[in-house]
């Protein structure tokens, strides 16, 4: 399963994922957060929202979480996610940065 605990705002992202909340996953992250989807950029709160409907909740994205552990830098962490839904499907990492206690960076590849 999981290597250390779950960060709030990564289980944040994970649960409101799975239960269709978009208000809650954009809550999760940074006024000014940034997301990497396989070299498509997104900057900003209303950036990751508009991701979020193409691409996550907009497709009925469902994440499950196989194992987690610290990144490369100090508050980052590799969360290794299933992903299953009418979008893209399939087990990766996504590399997060968490700044007082959201996302302040995604990194999906």
Do not use: C
Request: aromatic share 10%; hydrophobic share 35%.
């Amino acid at each position: 399963m999981t290597s250390i605990d779950t960060p709030a705002a990564i289980r944040a992202f994970i649960d409101s994922t799975n239960q269709g909340d978009s208000d809650a996953f954009a809550a999760a992250f940074t006024r000014d957060a940034y997301l990497n989807d396989w070299g498509r950029e997104y900057r900003g709160r209303d950036a990751v929202r508009d991701w979020d409907r193409t691409d996550n909740i907009g497709v009925q994205a469902h994440f499950e979480l196989i194992a987690i552990e610290p990144g490369p830098s100090p508050d980052s962490y590799v969360a290794t996610l299933k992903v299953t839904g009418n979008g893209h499907n399939g087990t990766g990492p996504m590399t997060f940065q968490l700044r007082d206690g959201l996302i302040a960076s995604l990194r999906i590849s």
